[in-house]
């Protein structure tokens, strides 16, 4: 007489997991796979009954998509430029002055941050010396402690 393996038995091989409170499109497909494999073959499942299921399941994933997208506009707009920008008040930032007749590039500015405003979505740094500069068209940032804030001083007190 052979004994029987342990491993065999059902609670053995049972894994723990932690079942979810939400069905998602894998859990519905899977009920509805089972459905169609476990149905009386003398009393099939209606078809208008499973158009219905499938109508459902693909409501279902579009639902969880716009739901997606909807969590994720929210998220965006949470995210006001004025706020993602405001850490850069009293850093130097340096940026290319442009001319306004041609659009080229006229020279190489650095300047302290004053404030930060939003214009049509965009943040929108006032600086020291006057200028308005986009944020996302800075070159470099630093805090502005160095030989560079020595200097600035120096061009104050000789105007």
Known sequence: MNPIDPSYYIHNNQQDRAPSPELGKNEFLK???????????????DDREFISQMATFSQLEQMMTMTQSIEQLVDNQMISPVIKYSHMIGQEVTYEKYDEDTGKVESIETSKVVSVSQK????????????????????ETSTGKGPSEGSEESETDEK
Request: charged share 20%.
């Open 31 to 45: 009920i509805l796979m089972t459905q169609l494999q476990n149905q009386d073959p003398l009393d099939p499942m």
């Open 120 to 139: 049509d979505g965009w943040a929108v740094l006032q600086l020291e010396n006057g200028d308005k500069v986009i944020a996302d068209s800075i070159l």
